[in-house]
């Protein structure tokens, strides 16, 4: 319900079943007359009966009200799928009718007898509600007969919170259409459950279709299906060709549907223009996966953008899932199947990995193949047109084979979803993620403070920062911490121990580690004692271990243990580079018997800078270390691992509700500054009602039309004065729109004056640290909530830490401790501390407006006073504007 809450009513929305199937629900319109008249009469007496409590007839004047509706006295939603004939039969229809001039609706569903028990009743009650509240009804009555288990049944288990009457045979129930956090969750619950089933058939098929499968070697299509038999497939592989040739030795048919078995998935690789009618065979056969590896759809333009529609229309229509198209293909290595056009088939291991490029997909595949990397999964997903990366988290968060997830991104289609689904998955597996797209191009031209400091970067580390996904920013970086997370224990703190034979190489690891956020502790005393019987005098025993370039391999496997148990130590670096009197490889040999001997609960790295690449001995499946290039490698790896650890440890959030908040009148101000335009700069006193209706803490001020009310307001709020221009969304200091500090009143006249009419009069606070907050709209990842230094150098100092919106306690809290402002609260160089606590409320307080409110585009608090007694808003700004519908067509 959430992702659908920027639907237009009238858009088309698709949903996703219990069983896994696909529908899409829209509006009905007069062109559905026979189509309505065809499902009514479909339906059992019994059906009919309870849908409209009696006996109807079946006719015109029955669907009439259904048809075309205005979504604001009357709303209808409609669910069809293909029939044999591929033509459209409507299988659902849920509609309400508003009673008049109120706030409340009646409403009814009806689902065809052979498509119950799948959950469109649920889906079509959790569209219909959302679409109603948009349209300003509050709550749903439903008459339903008493013997109607299964309408009940749909009602009880939506999560709404209802409100029962039995009155003879009925049943009257009432319930408010404002999702809480019971139906969230409920909602949510269920989408895991659904496409965890539609996903199924791709990463578990008995039987693969190649269409497109040519017998000519390097056509992709043939090209793919060999990689297939060659990755010994566990289940049927048939290759599906213009003249049904047999390929690599299997029989060839012209078409799917000639093929005599079920086939699960489709793998499509023909020209563009032949594929829509490829996937109508396949899909009117039974094929419940389609994956799209032909080009030429919506990366094309505005041709191909249709094409991508059409083919999506057509997987819907048949209640199935699409991976691509302008793909690479899929591969499950643990069931031997390898449908991509890979040159190699993928290691079998326990990382999913998530690809949005194909080619770099196919990089990193490669890369991964020379630290023997396994898979559980790889997924191109192209276009993305169905299957997205978020569809695939649900999958490996269920996927017992699956122990880490990597993702390579290159845009968010639903970045609210993947929020709450990658903060779910996260707490269960690390979630890896290469972002790209990480330059100022993203940055746009803004009028406030907070937008300026915003850019898509910020957005996208809000987000992971908020979800507990790991950004990798290289691929080198991507590879070297899947190699350490996929083989090693999390660390439990940021103390790490070097041993080195190079006291150069262990200077940089220690400048890498300290970049990277890690310490080098001093080792206990006793660690030192047992390394002096172990090395030459001349080594030093202080963190970098320097074993000198005489080390041998006897030398690495000694101290290896007693660093490592050693209590001041969370993580181990061993560095190694080959000198005359020690080979590579039976130092590498020494290590590892070190380390299995030594069992460690604790992460150990090699880096063995040799030409001769890692030796074998640290390479080799279960090997109990992990071995990266450099020492930068391993600080950079092991501080993302930290970083996971350091995650799971917060504690879960609790989302308590926020005392003081008059949502109702935030609201009124809203709608009434937009009812006069669609975007604009509230006045001052409009500004000041929506940021008290949040408990907002603002200075005292007075607005005064003429000298002497300015001058009488500053009497009043008492001298020394502050005078400022109340002319809404300008910046004040840059405009000489303020003066500051005025004594008396002959200088508070002078200054109004200056400034011109209106004006705004406030008392001036003298002490207090200077911070900035405020809201900014993103156009992908909605609300965004910034804090940081203020004043007029806010922007001179240029940062700003953003989280998205709404915050939690937690996040709240590390935005205050964080970054150089936290270094303000505290108490810079002398200066007295914050009042922490009071700022975390303020923030809490503004990411709850962000959330409540879309219509604020950019929002300036700039500066806030702080100090040790509390913190007061001096200057603030707002713009609203009327959000653009945005067409979400995956409604989960």
């Known amino acids: 319900m959430a992702s659908s809450s920027t639907q237009p009513a009238a858009e088309a929305v698709d949903v996703i079943l219990r069983d896994g199937g696909t529908l899409r629900l829209r509006p009905p319109d007069s062109d559905d007359t026979p189509g309505l008249i065809a499902f009514f009469g479909g339906l059992t007496e019994q059906s009919l009966f309870r849908r409209f409590h009696g006996f109807r007839h079946v006719d015109r004047g029955l669907v009439e009200p259904l048809l075309d509706p205005d979504w604001s006295g009357r709303g209808a939603l409609l669910g069809s799928l293909a029939d044999s004939r591929n033509e459209e039969r409507i299988v659902a229809v849920a509609s309400y009718t508003r009673s008049s001039d109120t706030e409340i609706a009646e409403m009814a569903f009806a689902v065809a007898d052979d498509e119950q028990g799948r959950g469109i009743g649920t889906r079509l009650l959790e569209q219909l509600a959302a679409r109603a509240s948009r349209a300003g009804i509050r709550r749903f009555v439903a008459e339903v007969m008493a013997s109607n288990a299964a309408a009940l049944s749909v009602f009880s288990n939506a999560g709404f919170e209802l409100v029962r009457e039995r009155e003879s045979g009925e049943i009257e129930l009432r319930f408010p259409l404002a999702p809480t956090r019971a139906f969230n969750a409920r ?13 199924r058939p791709f990463f578990e098929p008995s039987a693969v279709a190649v269409i497109g499968a040519s017998r000519r070697r390097g056509s992709i299509g043939g ?85 991508e529609e059409r083919l999506l229309a057509l997987v819907r229509a048949h209640g199935a899932r699409l991976v691509g198209p302008n793909c690479l293909g899929i591969a499950v290595p643990t069931r031997g199947l390898n449908a991509t056009f890979a040159p190699r088939a993928l ?59 990597l993702l390579y991104l290159e845009s968010f289609g639903n970045p609210r979803a993947f929020s709450r689904i990658a903060r779910r998955v996260a707490r269960r597996k690390p979630i890896l993620a290469r972002k790209a797209g990480s330059t100022s191009a993203g940055s746009r031209a803004a009028s406030s403070h907070t937008a300026a ?36 224990p999390l660390p439990q703190g940021r103390r790490v121990g070097v041993i080195t034979n190079a006291g150069g190489l262990g ?119 992990v071995a990266l290039p450099y020492p930068e490698s391993a600080a950079r790896a092991l501080s993302l691992a930290v970083a996971h650890s ?36 509230l006045p001052p006193s409009e500004a000041r009602a929506l940021l008290q209706a949040y408990g907002i803490p603002l200075v005292a001020e007075s607005e005064a039309a003429d000298s002497e009310q300015a001058v009488s307001a500053a009497s009043e709020l ?23 500090d005025l004594r008396d009143e002959k200088e508070v006249r002078v200054a109004a004056e200056r400034i011109g009419f209106p004006v705004i009069v406030q008392p001036f606070l003298e002490s207090g640290i200077e911070l900035l907050a405020g809201i900014v709209q993103d156009p992908v990842f909605g609300p965004l909530v910034a804090f940081g230094a203020g004043g007029a150098l806010a922007e001179l100092i240029g940062e700003a830490s953003f989280r998205l919106a709404p915050l939690d306690a937690l996040e709240a809290d590390e935005l205050v401790t964080g970054g150089k402002a936290g270094r303000l609260v505290a108490g810079f160089r002398g200066a007295p501390a914050a009042d922490a606590k009071s700022v975390a409320d303020l923030l809490l307080r503004l990411g709850r407006l962000a959330a409540d409110m879309p219509e604020i585009n950019e929002l300036d608090l700039n500066p806030i006073l702080a100090g040790p007694s509390g913190c007061t808003v001096v200057d603030a700004r707002v713009r609203l504007s009327t959000p653009a519908p945005r067409r979400q067509l995956k409604g989960w």
């Open 453 to 488: 400091l915003a850019s898509s970067e910020a957005a996208v580390d809000a987000l992971f920062r908020h979800t507990g996904v790991l950004r990798a920013r290289t691929l080198e970086e991507l590879i070297d911490a899947a190699a350490l997370l996929s083989s090693q």
């Open 347 to 405: 290691p079998p291991g326990r990382i999913g990995f998530s690809s949005q490029s194909g080619a770099l997909g196919l990089a990193l595949l490669e890369k991964a193949a020379e630290r023997n990397l396994g898979f559980s999964a790889f997924v191109s997903i192209g276009n993305k047109a169905d299957v997205s990366s978020n569809d695939l988290l649900e999958w490996w968060e269920e996927d017992d084979g699956t122990d880490l997830v």
């Open 718 to 740: 008492g001298f020394p004065a502050v005078v400022k221009t109340a002319a809404p969304g300008v910046h004040k200091s840059e405009l000489g729109g303020v003066a500051v």
């Open 223 to 307: 090209e793919l299906f060999r990689n297939i038999l060659q990755a010994d497939f566990a289940g049927a592989a048939y290759p599906v060709n213009r003249n049904g040739d047999s390929v690599a030795g299997v029989r060839g048919y012209r078409a799917l549907d000639e093929i005599p078995d079920a086939v699960d998935l489709a793998v499509i690789c023909l020209p563009a223009e032949q594929v829509i009618e490829a996937a109508h065979v396949a899909l009117r056969h039974g094929a419940r996966a389609l994956c799209v590896i032909s080009a030429g759809f919506a990366e094309t333009g505005a041709e191909g953008r249709a094409r």
């Open 646 to 681: 350091e995650w799971l440890a917060r504690p879960t959030p609790n989302d308590f509700p926020i005392a003081g908040i008059d949502a109702a009148t935030a609201r009124n101000v809203v709608d009434s500054a937009l009812a006069q335009a669609t975007d604009m700069w």
């Open 187 to 199: 909602v949510e619950e269920r989408d895991h459950t659904a496409v965890v089933a539609s996903l």
């Open 507 to 625: 200077i940089l690891c220690a400048d890498a580690c300290e970049s990277a956020g890690l310490s080098l502790p001093e080792l206990r005393e006793e660690t030192r004692s047992l390394l002096a019987g172990l090395v030459p005098v001349e080594a030093s025993l202080v963190n970098p271990v320097d074993l000198l370039g005489s080390a041998t391999a006897a030398t690495y496997e000694g101290v290896i243990a007693p660093v490592l148990t050693d209590a001041n130590v969370d993580a181990l670096i061993v560095i190694f580079v080959p000198p005359v009197v020690a080979d590579a490889d039976e130092v590498a040999a020494a290590i590892r018997r070190a380390v299995e001997q030594a069992k460690p609960t604790k992460p150990v790295i090699a880096v063995v800078v040799s030409a001769e690449g890692t030796p074998a001995a640290l390479r080799e499946h279960g090997s109990p270390v």
